[in-house]
């Protein structure tokens, strides 16, 4: 239960409850192919590139081309999130704080989400035919090391080049991923300041929206060691959400806690990376 509850109380003098400062929605969510998830495991299959056969002679025989497949696994974990509201708090109270218990609840979830989804980004997956293949994150060359620098146009480009490089699909959606103190060095960038490189005038709302192909998204959850800041830029389908249990709430009255009311949310999710050529680690130096 919620010890903290009697800082809400009538003699506190505030009339209504309210949430401090947090992240609230999944920022990450809508930026990765999101799928359904039965069972423990979920199995996720992929084609990877061929190569057409040149005719050379007529009435030849036809070239039977073998397809290469690929398969990734995703592991659920299951998220809980509960608190309680004793019965004889209410009267004490202003308002009926059981509403925001449960936005906080979804908030937590949400947060929970993202850091799935950001741990997957260089974290071993597995697959093959049985989900027991370990594919490693490549990083002599899908890293760019930080160079005793911030995040800058230079490491930007270098990370568009590789993703390019890669033949990643240039109509599929881009996202890069950095938090405030990287955001205030690329918004400082002179050549980020100028119409000339910003076509979308990231400077006019003081926030940096896409460039370079990228929607940026910023975040303060990304890893940090050593002040290096862990960046990231993908392809969305490159990133795969596996939603086992979408986020529920319940309400209810627990009669073996005295009749509190209990707010509950949980859900059931996991993320992988699907493509060891669409996601690239970028290092950013903090000091």
Known sequence: MSFEITTAMVQQYND??????????????????????????????????????????????????????????????????????????????????????????????NRAMDDEIIAAFAARSYGGRDGTSTYDFNDSYYKITHSSSGLTLAKILSAKEILDAAENDENEERFFALNAKQLGVLLNTTEIKSADYNTVKALVKGELDTFCGFKFIRTERLPSASSVRTCYAWSKNSMLLGIGTDIVTRVSERADKNYATQVYAGMSIGAVRMDEKGVVKVEAYED
């Not at 990765?32 to 495991?41: L, M, N």
Request: include cysteine; glycine fraction near 4%; aromatic fraction near 8%.
């Open 16 to 109: 209504n409850v309210v949430l401090l400062q947090q992240q609230k929605p999944s920022r990450f969510r809508p930026c990765v192919r999101e799928e359904s998830v039965q069972g423990e495991y979920g199995f996720f299959d992929a084609i990877s590139a061929t190569a057409a056969q040149k005719r050379t002679t007529r009435h030849g025989d036809t070239p039977l081309i073998s397809t290469p497949h690929a398969r990734r696994r995703v592991a659920q974990s299951p998220y809980d999130w509960a608190d309680l509201i004793e019965q004889f708090d209410k009267p004490t109270l202003i308002t009926d704080p059981t509403s925001m218990y449960a936005i906080n609840a979804v908030a937590a979830l």
